[in-house]
């Protein structure tokens, strides 16, 4: 057995390890560390502080700031960024005002903060695993295009929100709620398909979708929330797998071509399928 020197990634505590073993507990945090990589902090002067900064790996190693398995800063300057796999949780504002063309999303990922705010990406890549995207966390200008895994069970409020050049979006087919203001101000997203399971079409979620000229509202639906669809100015076709079970908010198409319940001069169709 050799004992190796190294530093905890959650205290920063300086410890002796035994390096044929692959973890073990810290005597002054009482946290599970993995032993290679507290050898990697020390051997590598890797500064631990609140809450421990761990697992900067790749090239650009100084660009991420990662504190306890959570993404929480990102310093570099790449038009490029993959995310180092490990992390598993990318916190608010981590590339907040950044103009980026490709961000990249590894499996271990769980959960994805609001980290947009206010940025341009063109493209977001999630891979597979991830399980949790929170309020906010796309909301930025750029985006076009992006495929949900179908892990994915939760879509936070205005996750979308002033995506102005989304135009496709595959949804997952185990989401029962879309949120407050989700897809609220995609002005250039023209068609989704709304997944089998869905429950709650939630206030504002589709508010301000000038392009949208259509769209299915499954049998699994039974409330739709006040402004849901208010100002979809091209929306003329609503199709209801099961009309009768729908309650729904007598704004919820307000300002639409298509309206549940005042008279219009704008020529739409309503499809009833029994």
Same mark, same amino acid.
């Given at each position: 057995?050799?004992?190796?020197?190294?530093?905890? &990634?959650?205290?920063?505590?300086?410890?002796?390890?035994?390096?044929?073993?692959?973890?073990?507990?810290?005597?002054?945090?009482?946290?599970?560390?993995?032993?290679?990589?507290?050898?990697?902090?020390?051997?590598?002067?890797?500064?631990?502080?609140?809450?421990?900064?761990?697992?900067?790996?790749?090239?650009?190693?100084?660009?991420?700031?990662?504190?306890?398995?959570?993404?929480?800063?990102?310093?570099?300057? &790449?038009?490029?960024?993959?995310?180092?796999?490990?992390?598993?949780?990318?916190?608010?504002?981590?590339?907040?005002?950044?103009?980026?063309?490709?961000?990249?999303?590894?499996?271990?990922?769980?959960?994805?903060?609001?980290?947009?705010?206010?940025?341009?990406?063109?493209?977001?890549?999630?891979?597979?695993?991830? *399980?949790?995207?929170?309020?906010?966390?796309?909301?930025?200008?750029?985006?076009?295009?992006?495929?949900?895994?179908?892990?994915?069970?939760?879509?936070?409020?205005?996750?979308?929100?002033?995506?102005?050049?989304?135009?496709?979006?595959?949804?997952?087919?185990?989401?029962?709620?879309?949120?407050?203001?989700?897809?609220?101000?995609?002005?250039?997203? &023209? *068609?989704?398909?709304?997944?089998?399971?869905?429950?709650?079409?939630?206030?504002?979620?589709?508010?301000?979708? *000038?392009?949208?000229?259509?769209?299915?509202?499954?049998?699994?639906?039974?409330?739709?929330?006040?402004?849901?669809?208010?100002?979809?100015?091209?929306?003329?076709?609503?199709?209801?797998?099961?009309?009768?079970?729908?309650?729904?908010?007598?704004?919820?198409?307000?300002?639409?071509?298509?309206?549940?319940?005042?008279?219009?001069?704008?020529?739409?169709?309503?499809?009833?399928?029994?």
């Amino acid at each position: 057995m050799a004992l190796i020197q190294a530093r905890c &990634s959650n205290c920063g505590g300086e410890l002796s390890v035994d390096d044929s073993r692959e973890s073990a507990l810290c005597p002054y945090c009482n946290t599970p560390y993995i032993i290679s990589k507290d050898i990697y902090n020390i051997t590598n002067n890797v500064v631990v502080g609140k809450g421990g900064i761990v697992n900067i790996v790749g090239s650009q190693q100084s660009d991420f700031v990662i504190e306890a398995d959570k993404l929480v800063a990102y310093k570099g300057s &790449s038009a490029n960024v993959i995310i180092p796999e490990g992390v598993r949780e990318i916190r608010d504002d981590v590339f907040s005002g950044m103009k980026m063309n490709s961000v990249v999303i590894p499996g271990s990922v769980k959960i994805i903060g609001s980290f947009l705010q206010g940025g341009m990406v063109e493209k977001i890549t999630l891979a597979y695993g991830v *399980e949790m995207i929170l309020a906010n966390a796309f909301s930025c200008n750029g985006l076009k295009k992006i495929f949900i895994p179908p892990t994915v069970s939760v879509i936070g409020d205005g996750a979308f929100s002033g995506c102005r050049f989304l135009n496709g979006v595959e949804l997952p087919t185990g989401i029962t709620r879309i949120g407050k203001r989700t897809f609220e101000n995609c002005s250039s997203l &023209s *068609e989704i398909k709304l997944p089998e399971q869905l429950k709650l079409i939630d206030e504002s979620a589709f508010e301000n979708c *000038e392009s949208m000229s259509s769209i299915t509202i499954p049998s699994s639906v039974t409330e739709i929330g006040m402004y849901a669809f208010r100002n979809c100015s091209s929306l003329k076709n609503v199709v209801f797998a099961d009309r009768k079970k729908v309650q729904d908010h007598y704004t919820a198409f307000e300002k639409c071509p298509y309206s549940l319940f005042a008279p219009t001069n704008y020529d739409f169709s309503v499809t009833i399928v029994q």
